[in-house]
């Protein structure tokens, strides 16, 4: 339910008590419900904070002094009245809904996850109030629940883009949260190593993928899946014959299916089984399968757009798939028909600035940005994008006013300070790039930040330490070189 039609069940809720009392509060209770209607919520929360002089303790009065105050931005305030209202009538379902959502709007999501769960429970076909009970949950970092009220709402609305788009994403969050199981995993373990084949494959890139794969089945040779994956890249890269005979290798009687059903859930191509069999488990596969599972349920939900008329939520997903695959003139081209559904949309606006910016259209960001950075002044990953864009276009004052912001927002965040490094030596300031620059050379992979500090000693007039830096940098620059070239010798073997 939406704020407005809760409002309105909440006036109508108050008609009873209100032909109840004596004129001059039923004339106030009109009163109160027009400048209601006419969403002048100061002015109603007054009158009914007036009529709770006359009859304290009503609680119709209080749930529409709480909705008044909640409609009115001021939630804080709304919380009192809503608790009191839902205490003495528990009936009242648009309190709870308000109280709920107050709640949320402070940020207190785990209070308001309780009176929510109550409306879903007594309204169940309430879509609205599932998406914002969904919401609570993303926020309590319950995503697997926020997936199951998203579920139902996209049962109860399918041909609407917007649920599609929300449950996508709350896969999109289940995905991420299994993903962070394996934080703790070294970045050459064979589970890292399995889930960075799994990207590699999506993204089409059939020889790197191979690689990691192998090595991730020498060291997790019970995960059968893997055959499964490699003789997808034999089939993708014209060799089927290999294909079959790497198969053949991942059989799993179907016995042992009861001791890893997401496994052979998974391999059936039933992925919500295979979901709902990781969640209940436990330990690494278990992890592995709930990315799986639910990376695949997640485009699933977005490729039902593509079933429906064209919408904002379609031409968002398919952006942010071109970004992704380096496509940034067609996430260009996607975003500005997104914005043609929803004009001036900051997040859209945002993205559009970024892909400009990847499509080194730096112009093109800055234009887009600087209303977007006004509206969020203080986001540092913004303020880069914009800095490193005026930066780019030789604006040196103006780039590193924003970059200086960025650092001081977020001082431990990489892309910032390197950019303010670069700007900082482009405008002869070598002694506050020295500063950037020293604390993250042990970041550095590819010797440009060896590079830039080099140039800022040399500038400083200190030409031996600028030496040593530069030798460094060439250093890394081969090392980097080799990596790339063992790589490129990659190739796609028969099954061993």
């Known amino acids: 339910m939406t704020r407005p039609a809760a409002l309105l069940l909440a006036l109508l809720c108050l008609g009873p008590s209100a032909a109840a009392q004596p004129p001059d509060l039923g004339a106030r209770s009109k009163a109160a419900a027009a400048a209601m209607k006419a969403e002048r919520y100061d002015e109603a929360a007054r009158i009914y904070r007036e009529m709770l002089n006359a009859v304290p303790n009503e609680p119709g009065l209080l749930m529409n002094l709480g909705i008044a105050l909640a409609m009115a931005g001021r939630e804080t305030e709304a919380i009192e009245p809503l608790e009191r209202a839902v205490a003495r009538d528990p009936s009242l379902m648009p309190?709870?809904?308000?109280l709920g959502t107050s709640y949320l709007a402070r940020g207190e999501v785990l209070k308001a996850i309780p009176p929510l769960e109550r409306v879903v429970k007594a309204q169940p076909g309430d879509t609205d109030t599932r998406q914002t009970l969904a919401q609570a949950y993303l926020a309590a970092d319950r995503p697997a629940d926020a997936v199951a009220q998203l579920r139902r709402v996209?049962?109860?609305?399918?041909?609407?883009?917007?649920?599609?788009?929300?449950?996508?994403?709350?896969?999109?969050?289940?995905?991420?949260?299994?993903?962070?199981a394996f934080d703790d995993e070294p970045t050459d373990s064979a589970w890292r190593q399995l889930l960075v084949a799994d990207a590699l494959h999506a993204d089409g890139r059939y020889t790197d993928a191979f690689a990691l794969y192998r090595q991730a089945l020498a060291q997790l040779p019970a995960m059968l899946s893997i055959h499964d994956s490699i003789a997808q890249i034999y089939e993708q890269t014209g060799h089927p014959e290999w294909a079959a005979r790497e198969r053949a290798k991942g059989t799993l009687p179907a016995a042992d299916c009861s001791a890893r059903p997401a496994l052979c859930a998974f391999r059936a191509g039933r992925h919500r089984d295979a979901l709902e069999a990781a969640l209940r488990g436990s330990g690494r596969e278990a992890d592995y399968w709930r990315v799986r599972a639910a990376n695949e349920l997640a485009l699933v939900a977005f490729a039902q757009l593509e079933k429906l008329p064209d919408s904002r939520e379609?031409?968002?997903?398919?952006?942010?798939?071109?970004?992704?695959?380096?496509?940034?003139?067609?996430?260009?081209?996607e975003l500005r028909a997104a914005l043609e559904f929803t004009p001036d949309d900051p997040g859209l606006l945002d993205d559009l600035g970024t892909s400009y910016y990847f499509a080194r259209d730096y112009e093109a960001a800055v234009k887009v940005l600087t209303p977007v950075l006004k509206a969020e002044p203080d986001d540092p990953r913004l303020l880069t994008v914009y800095g490193d864009s005026l930066l780019q276009l030789q604006q040196l004052d103006e780039a590193i006013a924003a970059l200086q912001r960025a650092v001081d927002v977020d001082p431990g965040y990489g892309m910032a300070r390197a950019a303010l490094a670069r700007a900082q030596v482009q405008k002869?300031?070598?002694?506050?790039?020295?500063?950037?620059l020293e604390p993250m050379l042990g970041e550095d992979t590819d010797g440009s930040l060896h590079l830039q500090l080099a140039r800022a000693y040399a500038g400083l007039g200190q030409q031996e330490k600028a030496t040593a830096l530069m030798e460094r940098s060439q250093e890394i620059q081969r090392a980097a070189q080799e990596r790339a070239d063992e790589i490129a010798r990659r190739t796609i073997s028969p099954p061993e």
């Open 314 to 333: 379609r031409r968002e997903v398919r952006a942010t798939l071109a970004r992704a695959q380096r496509r940034y003139l067609d996430s260009i081209a």
């Open 154 to 180: 996209a049962e109860l609305r399918p041909k609407d883009p917007g649920a599609w788009y929300a449950l996508g994403h709350a896969y999109n969050a289940l995905t991420q949260g299994a993903m962070a």
């Open 428 to 436: 002869g300031n070598f002694a506050p790039a020295v500063r950037l």
């Open 95 to 98: 309190a709870h809904l308000f």
